[in-house]
């Protein structure tokens, strides 16, 4: 168990439709990233939190965003779905280590688009 | 920019076969490497890491070496079991920017009996 929970595991919709992705970090964890995971990208960086504030971006959508509350729970929202977004969506985590750290990923949500 | 080339899958071996995962990086400054596992309807989770040029990482009976002149961290194994089959990730982390992990394209291992 790495500490990080996400929920829902599983969520399947229809296309045009909207989701939202819940992370909870380990303990004492700052900083949150989200990774897309799909069978012909691999995984992709999309968004990191740090303390609330947004740190850096990767290949998110501009039909995607997130956020870090102040408990530091952090949300992936996507909006106007599309049959390319179905995938496996990672939530990590990491505390202060810099790049020495290593990150705590969750199980994954997995998003099917029909 | 910041990437990292994998030996491309699947691999598959034998029980009790000698292993070996290729993994290359190209990075500005001095990256932390990484090998992430993934098994099956899991996530991924930390095998083992170097943070320096020359370091050995160790894991499970898993090895990797920080080759600074080779830009290389293959990932190896003496003898695999079929509870190895799994995806392997070979990741870098900067100590600029975002600190966020780049992955490598995964490589698919599979352990026959």
């Known amino acids: 168990d790495s500490g990080v929970t996400q929920t829902p595991k599983h969520l399947i919709t229809a296309t045009g439709q909207r989701v939202t992705l819940r992370c909870s970090p380990r303990?004492?964890?700052?900083?949150v990233y989200w990774y897309q995971q799909s069978l012909d990208q691999g995984l992709q960086f999309l968004i990191q939190?740090?303390?609330?504030?947004?740190?850096a971006k990767g290949n998110i959508l501009e039909r995607f965003s997130a956020q870090q509350f102040p408990d530091l729970h952090s949300e992936l929202n996507l909006s106007s779905l599309e049959l390319g977004d179905s995938a496996l969506y990672f939530c990590?985590?990491?505390?202060?280590?810099?790049?020495?750290?290593?990150?705590?990923f969750g199980e994954g949500s997995r998003l099917t688009v029909l | 920019g910041n990437s990292v080339t994998q030996m491309e899958g699947p691999v598959t071996l034998s029980e009790e076969a000698f292993l070996t995962i290729n993994c290359t990086y190209t990075?500005?400054?001095?990256?932390?490497l990484f090998w992430y596992v993934q098994y099956p309807g899991e996530g991924l989770q930390l095998l083992l890491k170097?943070?320096?040029?020359?370091d050995k990482g160790s894991n499970k009976g898993f090895e990797a070496t920080y080759r600074k002149e080779t830009t290389s961290f293959h990932l190896e194994k003496g003898s695999v079991q079929v509870s190895d089959s799994a995806v392997y990730f070979c990741?870098?982390?900067?100590?600029?920017?975002?600190?966020?992990?780049?992955f490598g394209q995964g490589t698919r291992l599979t352990i026959n009996p």
């Open positions: 990590a985590s990491s505390g202060s280590q810099g790049r020495t750290g290593e990150l705590f």
């Open positions: 170097a943070t320096k040029a020359d």
């Open positions: 990741a870098l982390r900067l100590i600029q920017g975002a600190q966020k992990l780049v």
């Open positions: 990075a500005t400054g001095y990256p932390s």
């Open positions: 303990s004492g964890d700052l900083s």
């Open positions: 939190y740090y303390n609330g504030e947004e740190r």
